[in-house]
């Protein structure tokens, strides 16, 4: 019964499923999540003598815990935040498992069942930080070993050639699976949990370590060489080579202090399985499934509907010097498939200030306001690179704002390059953020209320100088409100539904 109670879990929440088996499918960082389930599988034949040996009592309180879940996952969904989905799904599985087969049996297999989550596709949030990390030990070893090195950001020169430290080089691939294998290395090899978490916790440095040996040497390399081949295919294979020699070394030291399995259990005559369904087996089942079909039936009832009008904001003129159709951007904004952009020029100080909009309803997959691709310059505009340098501090009068500089040309260069200060935000609801995650919650809270999932990005941008931060914060401050208004106007004229149900559409 548990076994088909999860195949139903699986079909009800089927998109959620394979949402997380084709980013397996198609990102080369989540490649071997594929092992997961056979892995899990086998860890809990292994077991099979001591589940034989242990009750099976149905655990009713779990569905307290279930039904949390199962709120998360609808926000998780509303959201359309697809790591905090696929993690609910998989805690919403384990914890079935608890429910049916009961504490006992939780026990034997929990680190099976823990094993599982390796199959959520998450992590890649940690590229920007290890990017720079990579970038700032490259740059340290090559002044160290004394090679001059200019440094722009994540991109840096030396006397060879300009060299950047892409997504690519930042080593997550390399840590998400050395902590998987690692993890799984430390469960079967020792039996004290110390030595399990000192090794799980080395799992994760290593391989830090590895990527940044790495960096360094490819730049060596192509700098003493004077060769481009390096940069080719050859980079990549160098990489998982180095990779491979440094994992193998460490696993072979790991292995000198395994620990001895002890006698093995033998698997009872016949078992100790009930002869019938435990109490209250059914009705925690059909607790686990009324709630899995409740909490789809709100999702769907949620739902936007499909786009209405198209949604026009009317800019306060103010200032403003031109219009969308006689001014643009120096470069192309990277954000995806928006329901509308917007375009004006300003002027304060006598200073240009250039207010670019992008205008997001109904979202999903190929459409979303907070995604991973989305950026304020589009990665296929090579005539421009963006750098992000931090955060404004949160006002009265201000919100914060993500800051960033926009520079002429994908390499960094020693000579003078026109640069630009930009300054971007997300609005939802009536409100500002410059924290994607912030806004992703509020998105989900906006679509809980009825209100539907209209949201917008706001992209402020001057020429670079000493006061460029000062005059973008004084237009902010007299000029968001305005913004604002012209966006909430938008929400309510577009046409657009919030939901499915006539009854929650906002007035």
Known sequence: MAVL????????????????????????????????????????????AELAAVPFRPAPWVLLPMALICLLWLLADLADVGAAAQFSLVLLLTLTVVAI??????????????????????GEFAVPTLQEWTADVTVAALRATGIPVYRDGNQFIIPSGVWSVIEAC?????????????????????RSWKRRLIFIAMAVVVPILANWLRAYTIVMVGHV???????????????????????????????????????????????????????????????????AVGVHAWAWHLEPSAPGSKPVVTLPDGQATSSAS???????????????????????????????LAYYAVQGPDSKLVSSMNHVVDPADRRWAYHETGRTVTGPDVPGFRQGTVRQGGAPSLTETQRYRVWHAYW???????????AKLW???????????????????????????????????????????????????????????????TP
């Open 428 to 438: 939802i609801g009536g409100k500002w953020t410059a924290s994607p995650a912030q």
């Open 5 to 48: 109670l999860l195949a139903l879990l699986l079909g009800l929440f089927r998109e959620t499923a394979l949402g997380m088996v084709h980013i397996w499918t198609v990102s080369t960082t989540f490649n071997h999540a594929f092992l997961v389930p056979p892995i899990v599988a086998w860890l809990v034949w292994r077991r099979r």
């Open 326 to 356: 006689e001014t643009s951007l120096p470069w192309a904004p990277g954000f995806v498939n928006p329901r509308a952009e917007f375009l004006r020029s300003y002027q304060a100080g006598g200073v240009d200030i250039q207010v670019w």
């Open 225 to 291: 060489t004077g060769s481009p081949m390096i940069l080719g295919v050859d980079h990549t294979v160098y990489g998982w080579y180095l990779f491979g020699v440094v994992v193998l070394v460490f696993f072979m030291v790991g292995a000198r202090w395994a620990e001895d399995d002890g006698p093995e259990r033998a698997l009872p005559p016949g078992g100790q399985l009930p002869d019938r369904l435990p109490r209250h087996a059914l009705a925690v089942a059909a607790g686990v499934l009324a709630m």
């Open 170 to 190: 930042s080593g997550v691939r390399y840590l998400i699976a050395c902590v998987m294998v690692g993890t799984l290395f430390a469960y079967l090899n020792y």
């Open 443 to 505: 998105q989900a809270l906006e679509m809980l209320l009825g209100r539907g999932d209209h949201g917008a990005v706001l992209v402020l941008s001057t020429l670079q100088s000493p006061d460029a931060d000062a005059t973008l914060a004084e237009f902010a401050r007299t000029r968001l409100g305005g913004i604002a208004a012209a966006l909430d106007a938008a929400r309510h004229t577009s046409g657009l539904q919030a939901s499915k149900n006539p009854r929650g559409n």
């Open 101 to 122: 087969c009961g504490h006992a049996v939780a026990r034997v297999i929990a680190f099976p069942l823990l094993f599982l989550f390796f199959a959520v596709p998450i």
